[in-house]
């Protein structure tokens, strides 16, 4: 039966189009989680939505399972194999399909690159807003499936508001679209429920995303701390004054000498305890009193210092020590966790005491760099795996880390995703009837699990599915 | 001790039927065991919040009871110093909308009507004047805590400001206008109060080029509302009071109404004015004329009116404005969101349904009958979607409302739609067949 599957995609996809051989499977193990690999059956490479839709339909002829994925660069395992399942590799549909600047949108394939959207439209004086950190690399059809954020999340908002419409290709091969350029749907908001959805929902093969003005004017400072709790207080101070920077960034001590060590040198001094980069972004003539409203907000916290980069070549390096720090975090340990957890941003302070006082307790090497604007921590731990005990060490962390987040009103990740990596952590925030919730949902999309299996939702003991048939693809275990 | 449910005996009539009882549950228990006591009996409810806006729905399947969230109102928590907001679903809108203003903030919801709840704006999604920076209901949204058909109380969403632990439900049931649960509470994202506020208003030309620079500036980084207005005949359609000099005779004829809303610092306001007066002789308007103007648009002056709301790309609003001019509405345009509400027919009302007017155009020859008026608006709603828009019906008089689905419907979602509604709502007790292809 396998081997009739493979013979099958060939036929939509052609023979390069299709990878079966170990050596060609080996780098689709895994997406940015690199625990737990798994090797798929076999990786499809299609161009177009029919292509799509036929694979779908392929698989579910042979009963195998299938999981979107896009550049692998998702942090929590989203795009992971599950054992005997076709990677649906979607980093071909990369065409920008049509660009109505007058409207300010786009339509484009899922595979296009997020950087590359930009890019193409920025002649127009137009942007894509979301950016994740890895928009040189992640694809939009990504971007899309986990909801991504990005710096200038703050003022800008997710992923979500800049999806207008979709085209999604359903777990039984058929073809819909949701939404409407207009931004609105008739009926149930689908866009919205499809947006974070990391690929369970469907295969989504066009996108129709909001294309927004270039600022007329930027400002980057560079806020210089004694302690990340100091910088912590000062987004505080910054969110209470009314200004909304385009980014509220900070780099903590250990990211900052890692970073100095590093190609990314961004020429930052030894001896602060903590980088705040702050954007303001907007009309010239308002800009001056922004910069004064976020000045006093950083001396009242006794910042030590405060730059303004006077010039493009300035702002890119204060953004350097931002953007390089998961590569130069990569010098510290031959592995880095990166978590991703969400707290009320005025209980910054709190939890990142808390945060350390865990880390230092399992004696782990923990760095932080994080849009505080958002209340959105990225604590790092920096380990290596081939030790076993700090590896225990590690997840015991995380878990307390989360915890700690939960109990401060907080959530489990701000724009990772859950997928298979806090999957089994979806109960520290909600209940059987929550998740009976979005059970429901998925199974208006994807009834019997075939599409990304095993993501997301835990699969419980005390839930009794309506067909106990019907989950099949879940039985699977993950890890 | 008040009882968790007040009932009481009232009359409520919706498009379909009725109800002639309504319980007023003052906990979120109670209205768990009275939605979980309605689901063993298989009987059906109207939710209500502010009650504004029950008749826009396709009909009701039999009601027994409605069940009212005005005693579940109030805000639990405040804090100023994160700009976030938890409010009971029977709060309304406004009573939140002076309690956050208090403190710096301001809630991105300015939906009309002085009753209009917060469960109600929610479960509607209901936009108000400032959608162009407001945005979108559920952008507002952080987190909802609901009660299911069958008495489940959940939640989704959390009170941070990103989020993406699971689905995002509170997209789903936003919207949704009570079809999947009842919403209890929410977690509301604020945004600071703009340092300086300036409202205008005037009356310009009535002309495509006129309209199209009024598009274009609406664009303009300190527009909060950027309102068209404009009746079939160019006479005042919407009176939303600019405090024009002009005499009434000089208004009256043949021109649009502008209404300007400008907010942010002071110096970026005063450079958006400045430009707005120059080009459109702008002058300074009654602060509320805003939110007065959405109030006014919304009312349905007659039991024969129609009122419909489209939502098109920018470059779409002037055919969308001229074809529903030409179907004899009046309209008041958001230029920035490209939000289009029209009504018409107010003078209609004591005739019977077999003589439905809409506008001044056909006042004075034959009346057409509600079947070629069904079509033309049902015409209205193709170019919309055509255009990559979205179009529903306010209200409708009785002899459209058999003719006319007041939502419309994505083509090819219908089976998602029916699946969805048999998940959350198997015995079909929320709202029955008042929303999107017959949920
Ligand atoms: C260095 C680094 C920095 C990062 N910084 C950020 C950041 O700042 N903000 C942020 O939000 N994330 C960040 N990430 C995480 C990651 O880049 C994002 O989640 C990104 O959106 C994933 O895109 P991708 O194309 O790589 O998707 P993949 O990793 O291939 O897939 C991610 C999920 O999307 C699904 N998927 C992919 N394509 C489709 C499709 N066409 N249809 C349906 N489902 C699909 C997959 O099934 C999977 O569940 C970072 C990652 C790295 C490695
Ligand atoms: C003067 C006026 C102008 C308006 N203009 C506009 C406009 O321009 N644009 C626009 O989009 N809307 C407009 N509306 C619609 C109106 O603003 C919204 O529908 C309103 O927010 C409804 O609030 P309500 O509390 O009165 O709800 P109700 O009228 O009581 O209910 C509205 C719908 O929501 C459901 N519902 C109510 N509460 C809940 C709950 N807690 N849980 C689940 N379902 C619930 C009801 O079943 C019903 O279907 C206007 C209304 C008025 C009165």
């Known amino acids: 039966m396998r081997g009739g599957v493979i013979a099958r995609l060939r036929e939509i996809v052609g023979d390069a189009g299709c990878l079966v051989r170990p050596g060609e499977l080996f780098a689709y193990e895994c997406d940015g989680l690199t625990l737990s690999p798994k090797r798929p059956l076999a990786v499809v490479l299609p161009t177009t939505t029919e292509q799509v839709a036929a694979i779908v ?55 296009v690159v997020n950087a590359e959207l930009s890019a193409a439209v920025a002649s127009l004086g137009l942007f894509y807003a979301p950016d994740p950190s890895s928009q040189q690399a992640c694809t939009i059809g990504g971007n899309v499936a986990e909801n991504s954020g990005g710096p200038h999340t703050l003022k800008y908002g997710t992923t979500t508001n800049h999806v207008l419409a979709l085209e999604l290709v359903l777990p039984d091969g058929s073809v819909e679209r949701f939404g409407s350029r207009s931004g609105e749907s008739q009926g149930f908001d689908f866009v919205g429920a499809i947006v974070g959805s990391e690929g369970t929902l469907g295969i989504v093969t066009e996108v129709t995303v909001r294309l927004t003005p270039i600022p007329k004017a930027v400002e980057t400072l560079l806020v210089l701390f004694d302690d990340v709790v100091g910088a912590c207080r000062a987004v505080g101070r910054v969110i209470r004054s009314g200004v909304v920077p385009a980014a509220l960034e900070i780099v903590d001590r250990r990211t900052i000498e890692a970073v100095e060590a590093s190609v990314y040198a961004a020429g930052l001094p030894l001896t602060a305890g903590a980088v705040l980069i702050v954007e303001l972004d907007g009309l010239p003539v308002s800009l001056a009193g922004e910069i004064a409203a976020i000045r006093a907000a950083c001396e009242a916290e006794r910042c030590q210092a405060i730059e303004i980069a006077r010039d493009e070549a300035e702002r890119k390096r204060f953004w350097r020590a931002r953007k390089g720090a998961f590569g130069a975090m990569g010098r510290l340990a031959p592995d880095l966790y990166v978590h991703d957890a969400v707290v009320p941003r005025m209980r910054l302070p709190a939890v990142l005491e808390q945060v350390c ?60 995703g859950v997928g298979v990596e806090k999957r089994d952590y979806m109960h520290l925030v909600f209940g059987e009837a929550d998740l009976a919730a979005m059970r429901r949902l998925r199974d208006t999309f994807n009834p019997d699990g075939a599409c990304n299996p095993g993501k997301i939702i835990p699969t419980t003991r005390f839930c009794v599915e309506s067909d106990p048939k019907a989950r099949g693809y879940d039985a699977v275990p993950i890890a | ?63 027994a009871a409605a069940i009212s969230l005005e005693a579940l109102a109030g805000i639990d928590v405040f804090e100023p110093d994160e700009g976030v907001v938890h409010a009971r679903a029977g709060t309304p809108i406004r009573a939140l909308r002076e309690a956050v203003a208090a403190e710096g903030w301001e809630l991105p919801l300015d939906p009309p009507g002085a009753a209009t709840t917060v469960g109600g704006t929610i479960a509607s999604a209901a936009v108000g004047p400032r959608a162009q920076v407001f945005g979108r209901v559920a952008d507002a949204v952080l987190g909802l805590e609901l009660v299911g058909a ?60 006129t309209f199209e620079a009024a598009r274009i500036a609406a664009r303009a980084t300190t527009v909060r509302a950027f309102v068209w207005s404009e009746s079939p005949t160019g006479s005042a359609a919407y009176g ?26 002071e110096a970026a306001v ?33 039991a024969a009116a129609i009122g419909l709301r489209a939502r098109v790309v920018p470059t779409q609003l002037d055919a969308l404005r001229q074809a529903t001019l030409a179907a004899g509405l009046s309209v008041s345009i958001d230029l920035g969101a490209g939000v289009l509400t029209a009504r018409g027919g107010e003078s209609s009302g004591a005739e019977g349904a077999g003589s439905l007017r809409i506008g001044a155009r056909e006042s004075g020859g034959a009346s057409p009958g509600a079947g070629e008026l069904a079509r033309k608006l049902l015409a209205l709603r193709e170019q919309t979607v055509a255009s990559g828009g979205v179009l529903r019906f306010d209200w409708l008089p009785a002899a459209l409302a058999e003719r006319i689905d007041v939502f419309g419907e994505e083509p090819g979602t219908r089976a998602l739609v029916v699946s969805l509604k048999q998940r959350f709502d198997p015995r079909r007790i929320l709202n029955p067949g008042r929303f999107v292809a017959g949920t």
């Open chain 2, 240 to 265: 939303a009071g600019t405090g024009s000099g002009r005499s009434a005779s000089d208004a009256a004829e043949d021109s649009a109404e502008l209404v300007v809303e400008l907010g942010g610092g």
């Open chain 1, 57 to 111: 339909r392929a698989c579910r002829e042979a009963g195998v399972a299938f999981v979107p994925r896009g550049a692998g660069t998702g942090l929590s395992g989203g795009a992971h194999a599950t054992e005997n399942s076709i990677l649906i590799e979607c980093s071909r549909m990369n065409r920008i399909l049509e660009v109505d600047a007058e409207n300010r949108c786009a339509v484009v394939q899922p595979g």
């Open chain 2, 1 to 63: 001790m008040s009882p968790p449910v007040e009932s009481s005996r009232e009359r409520i009539e919706i498009p379909g039927g009725f109800v002639e009882a309504v319980d007023r549950p003052t906990d979120v228990e109670a209205l768990s065991a009275l939605l979980a006591e309605r689901h063993a009996r298989s009987e059906a409810v109207l939710v209500v919040g502010g009650r504004t806006r029950l008749a826009q729905a396709n009909r009701a399947e039999k009601l």
């Open chain 1, 357 to 416: 006082e865990i880390c230092d307790r399992y004696g782990l090497k923990l760095a932080n760099v994080f849009h505080a604007g958002d209340g959105n921590l990225h604590p790092n731990i920096c380990f290596d795996r081939r030790d076993p005990d700090e590896l225990a060490r590690v997840m015991a962390a995380g878990k307390e880390i989360l915890e700690a987040c939960v109990a401060a009103g907080g959530v489990i990740t701000g724009e990772h």
């Open chain 2, 270 to 302: 005063a450079q958006d004015r400045e430009a707005l007066v120059r080009a459109f002789s702008l002058i300074p308007a009654d602060p509320l004329a805003v939110d007065r103007l959405g109030d006014g648009r919304a009312q349905a002056a007659s």
């Open chain 2, 150 to 209: 069958d008495g489940a109380v959940t939640k989704c969403g959390g009170r941070v400001v990103k989020n993406v632990t699971g689905y995002d439900m509170a997209k789903l049931y936003t919207g949704s206008f009570g079809t999947l649960g009842v919403v209890t509470g929410a977690w509301l994202r604020l945004r600071p109060k703009p340092a300086a506020r300036v409202v205008l208003g005037g009356r310009v030309a009535r002309d495509a080029a």
